[in-house]
Structure formats: structure tokens, C-alpha cells
């Protein structure tokens, strides 16, 4: 029951934060920028300036699907930032582009958090296996209460741990977009706010999962563990 609490009151936490985000994109799209700039322009430009040659600036379809891929280096921006030329595309292309500083100056958190992928993805299949072996018949693996609460709580701590790591990333890749984009005076001073405010709903919706990860983990571990004498 409490854990269907946890996932109920972050999933209504999260579909919040998402609804402010896409409103604030859509509003700050409709400012076109003064510097009459396309996202996919700034972000080659962001680059040029950060001495990044080998990065391509891809179009990729979808909504929000902006990312920065390190494996074969390239900033994919979605139609509506790659052509955009507003705050909201400015703010997302150079965040991106901030991502792909970060990996050419080897920042720590960002080389923490690749390291992290492979792991992660082995904890959540380890985890989905043993949660979905319990509900048939019980412990249906044949292990010990004990062995079962270590192999979830270990599993869903590294999931906890990527959350929390992906935090300083992204924050970190938006403020070193927001002080580029400020210094290479490519927005107004209502351009930058409207920026940086999208940047920060964006930021938030990493918060939230992160949050609702701690919380989970908490749930686990007092299942698992909160009851010994």
C-alpha cells in the first residue's frame, strides 16, 4: 500500500512538472529571438566556440527528444529546436551542446554517470526478474527472505544512484549553456530569463525521479530490514 502511495503521489508529481514544462516551451516558442538564430545554429555555434570539431548536429523527430548521444557524438535536436529560432530552442540546443562540453572536458559526473549506464541496466533487469518471481507463489527463486531483500535493495540502490548523479549533469550542462548564450550575447535580457526558466522546469523533471527513487529505496529497505528485532 505504501509503495503504491510512493508511485501514485510522484507519478501525479511528475505528470505536473511535465504539463508546466511542455506549457513553457510552447509559450517561449512563440518569442522569436532578436539574434534570429536557428537552434541547430546556435548549438554549431556553441560548439565552434568550445573548440568541438567532431560533433555533428543532427534532426531527429519527436517532441522533446533532445539529447546528446556520447558514443557517436552527436547533439540531436527535435524539428521544433533544430529550426526554431526562440528562447525555447536556444535554451535546449545550448544545453545539449552543454553535454557535449562536458563529455570533451572529461567532467567528472558526466564520466560517473556513463559508467554507471551498463550497471544500471544489468541492476533493473536483476530487479524486474526477482519483484516479478515474488509475486508468483511467494519467493518462487527458492532464496532466503534475507538473500531476496540484499538483491533488491542493491539493485535499487544503483538505480537510486544514477538518479542522483544524473542531477549534477544536467544542472551543470544548463548552466554552462545559460552563461554561454549570456557572454556570446545571443539572447536579451527577456530572452535569458525566458531561457533559463525553461531549463529549470526541464531540471526539474530529473528532480522528481530522483526524489521518487530515494523514496522507493526508503520503501525497500524498511520492508526489507526495518523489522528486525
Known sequence: MILILIVVVFAIAGFVVSRKLKSKFKKYALTPLQ??????????????????????????????TDHYNPLNKTV???????????????????HECGHAVQHATAYTWLNLRSTLVPVQNVSSKILNFVLLASLFGGFALGLPYEIVGFIVVGAYSVMTLFTLVTLPVEFDASNRALAW?????????????????????????????????????????????????
Open 76 to 94: 540531436n535536436l527535435s524539428p521544433d529546436v533544430y529550426y526554431g529560432r526562440n528562447a525555447a530552442a536556444t535554451a535546449v540546443s545550448a
Open 35 to 64: 539574434a534570429n538564430l536557428s537552434g541547430a545554429e546556435i548549438a554549431k555555434l556553441m560548439l565552434a566556440d568550445n573548440n568541438i570539431h567532431d560533433v555533428q548536429v543532427i534532426c531527429v523527430e519527436g517532441q522533446l
Open 181 to 229: 548564450v549570456k557572454t556570446r550575447n545571443i539572447v536579451t535580457g527577456p530572452e535569458y530569463a525566458m531561457s533559463k526558466d525553461a531549463l529549470t522546469w526541464a531540471a526539474m523533471t530529473y528532480v522528481v525521479a530522483a526524489l521518487a527513487s530515494l523514496a522507493t529505496l526508503a520503501y525497500y529497505i524498511f520492508v526489507f530490514f526495518g523489522n528486525r528485532d
